[in-house]
């Protein structure tokens, strides 16, 4: 009886611990497609204001302000790796003539 419980016990553990797994990993999984969708993002948007030549408020516009200047903004500032995101020491919107945060766009 008690080692039939005891049994028990160590299985349920182990479909815990293996259900726990599957939601670490679906997170990490979530949080690198994020992180890649962002880093296109940004890129297009550089494009947009670099290349193409628009202000930051005209590629929001552009993108039917389906993005914030202020989220537009963090998106083309590349981080050390390489990613978009926050950094505080590049003010890419500066470079480009485009809106910086809090720039009313339209």
Do not use: F, H, Y
């Amino acid at each position: 009886m008690v080692e039939r419980r005891r049994r028990a016990r160590i299985e349920r553990e182990r479909r815990i611990e293996d259900l726990a797994v599957q939601v670490v990993t679906a997170i990490v999984e979530r949080d690198e497609a994020v992180a890649q969708a962002e880093q296109r993002a940004g890129a297009a948007l550089r494009e947009l204001t670099d290349v193409e030549g628009l202000s930051l408020a005209e590629a929001v516009e552009w993108c039917d302000e389906q993005v914030s200047a202020k989220e537009a903004t963090r998106l083309r500032r590349p981080l050390d790796d390489g990613r978009p995101g926050q950094n505080a020491g590049r003010d890419a919107s500066a470079r480009s003539g485009g809106a910086g945060p809090g720039t009313p766009v339209g």
